[in-house]
């Protein structure tokens, strides 16, 4: 019931946006958005079926500010709530903004906290802190570089080339191998929009699309086109699929680079 209320609300959106997101049509088109939004806001984008483990400062951050580059500030000035930040961003998923020119904020200046939704990396930033682990893995001492945080705001970047699509058709077509996937869970980057964008090149295709197989098992679907080009999907694996499905993804990445079938 539950999926089938979000796909109406989906159609209603939609139908009342036309399409539009980010700039938004009218005040019924706004409530409708909100709606959705609230339904999935509490979801943990990265993996839908995983529960949200929020780390310590983002527990306590009840009222979060927007925290971004001065430069950034005017574009970003807004008493919206954050799921409306987000949107306007590009970082909302599924009802997000396309990719648009201009700076890219991170989720640290989204969030005014140092990790990202639904993860808890307390350890894991104390452990790559460690001097000991430093060392060992070269790193150079912490004040020197300063200190490893999952997601930086010390880093900043700006869209400014729009669509890869003419660059993967570039490369496609003049020989490179190309294998596109995604975990099947992953509300950040859905499946269903990396098929689209692999679909739109337009090549023909030379695998129908059919299960793969690990350890005995269907790990997945598979569609292959023309300039050896192949969309995958990993079934039960969130954003990060080495994470959630670590078998499965050296097996199908150990039997690409092999140039073997998958």
């Given at each position: 019931m539950?999926?089938?209320?979000?796909?109406?609300?989906f159609?209603?959106?939609?139908?009342?946006?036309?399409g539009?997101?980010?700039?938004?049509l009218?005040?019924t088109?706004?409530?409708?958005?909100?709606?959705?939004e609230?339904?999935?806001?509490?979801?943990?984008?990265?993996?839908?079926?995983?529960p949200?483990?929020?780390?310590?400062?983002?527990?306590?951050?009840?009222d979060i500010k927007?925290?971004?580059?001065?430069?950034?500030?005017?574009?970003?000035e807004?008493n919206r709530?954050?799921?409306?930040?987000?949107?306007?961003?590009g970082?909302?998923w599924?009802?997000?903004a396309?990719?648009?020119d201009?700076?890219?904020p991170?989720?640290?200046?989204?969030l005014?906290?140092?990790s990202?939704?639904?993860?808890?990396d307390?350890?894991?930033?104390?452990?790559?802190?460690?001097?000991?682990?430093?060392?060992?893995?070269?790193?150079?001492?912490?004040?020197a570089?300063?200190?490893w945080?999952?997601?930086?705001?010390?880093?900043?970047?700006?869209?400014?080339?729009?669509?890869?699509?003419?660059?993967?058709?570039?490369l496609?077509?003049g020989?490179?191998?190309a294998?596109?996937?995604?975990?099947?869970?992953?509300?950040?980057?859905?499946?269903?929009?990396?098929?689209?964008?692999?679909?739109?090149?337009?090549?023909e295709?030379?695998?129908?699309?059919?299960p793969?197989?690990?350890?005995?098992q269907?790990?997945g679907?598979?569609?292959?086109?023309?300039?050896?080009?192949?969309?995958?999907?990993?079934?039960?694996?969130?954003?990060?699929?080495?994470?959630?499905k670590p078998e499965?993804a050296?097996?199908?990445?150990?039997?690409?680079?092999a140039?073997?079938a998958?």
């Open positions: 539950a999926v089938f209320n979000l796909i109406t609300y159609q209603e959106v939609n139908s009342e946006c036309k539009n997101f980010y700039i938004l009218s005040e088109c706004e409530s409708k958005l909100e709606k959705v609230k339904n999935i806001k509490d979801l943990n984008i990265y993996d839908i079926l995983e949200c483990y929020h780390a310590p400062e983002t527990l306590e951050n009840t927007i925290r971004l580059p001065s430069s950034f500030r005017k574009l970003g807004t709530p954050l799921a409306v930040r987000t949107r306007m961003f970082r909302a599924p009802l997000r396309p990719v648009r201009g700076i890219v991170t989720w640290p200046q989204l005014d906290a140092e990202v939704p639904c993860t808890d307390t350890v894991a930033t104390q452990w790559l802190n460690d001097p000991a682990v430093r060392k060992a893995i070269h790193a150079e001492e912490e004040t570089i300063g200190k945080e999952l997601c930086t705001d010390k880093i900043l970047y700006d869209h400014d080339a729009g669509s890869m699509i003419v660059y993967h058709k570039n496609t077509s020989g490179y191998r294998l596109i996937y995604s975990g099947d869970h992953d509300m950040c980057v859905p499946f269903t929009g990396s098929q689209a964008w692999t679909r739109s090149i337009g090549y295709i030379v695998d129908e699309w059919r793969w197989m690990s350890n005995g269907v790990a679907y598979l569609q292959g086109y023309a300039n050896n080009l192949t969309f995958l999907t990993i079934k039960g694996a969130g954003h990060t699929v080495p994470e959630y499965e050296l097996d199908f990445y150990s039997r690409f680079l140039g073997k998958i």
